[in-house]
Structure formats: C-alpha cells, structure tokens
Nanobody
Framework: QVQLVESGGGLVQAGGSLRLSCKAS?????MGWFRQAPEKEREFVAS????????KYAEFVKGRFTISRDNFKNMIYLQMDSLKPEDTASYYC?????????????????WGQGTQVTVSS
C-alpha cells in the first residue's frame, strides 16, 4: 500500500505563487498532479517520469507550473507561479502503474487526499 500526503495549499492572490508537496511512502513509478474544481471532473495538471527525466504539462499550466521530484526524500513538488482565479481547486498527488510520464487519470494507481488551493482576484 502506498500513502500519498499532500501539503502546501492555501489562499493566495492572483499573480502569486504556491509550492505543493507530496510525501510518498514509498516513492515508486511516475507521479503526477491532478486537480478538481467544484462540480467539475478531475483533470490532469502535470506528471513526471520515475527518474525525473521527462515531464508533461496540461496546456493551461505550461510556463507557469513546474513539477519536480526528489527520490531520496520521497517527495514530489508542484511549483505554481502566476496563479489565476481559475486555478482554484483541490490538488491531488497521484502515482501511476508505470515509469512513463505519459499517464492519464485512468492509469492512476494511488491518490492522495488532496490539498485546497484558492486564488483570489
């Protein structure tokens, strides 16, 4: 059983930054971040391959968000800059079944409990 625990969410003004963290026990395979706004489906945000060499981003966060991992510390990070009110959502850490960064919601094996991000205008 894998445990994923997110932290770092909060309230920030538009244009501000937040850094989300995810502690994985253990940290294996490709990892990703998804988000879900009220009354909307959970959507892909970013992912990173097992060795960190490949990253993938949703179009709406390209150039603003950066995903990274520290395999020694069993940590995954999502640096979020230039935040917009439409980024408001619960953000979920996710682990895939394999090593590739190219995985969708259907290929998520484990989910974290989520952390809330609220961006005020």
């Amino acid at each position: 059983q894998v445990q994923l625990v997110e932290s770092g969410g909060g309230l920030v003004q538009a244009g501000g930054s937040l850094r989300l963290s995810c502690k994985a026990s253990p940290l294996n395979y490709a990892m990703g971040w998804f988000r879900q706004a009220p009354e909307k489906e959970r959507e892909f945000v970013a992912s990173i391959s097992t060795n960190g060499g490949v990253t993938k981003y949703a179009e709406f966060v390209k150039g603003r968000f950066t995903i990274s991992r520290d395999n020694f510390k069993n940590m995954i990070y999502l640096q979020m800059d230039s935040l917009k009110p439409e980024d408001t959502a619960s953000y979920y850490c996710a682990q895939s079944y394999g090593d590739s960064a190219y995985f969708s919601r259907e290929l998520v094996r484990y989910w974290g409990q989520g952390t809330q991000v609220t961006v005020s205008s």
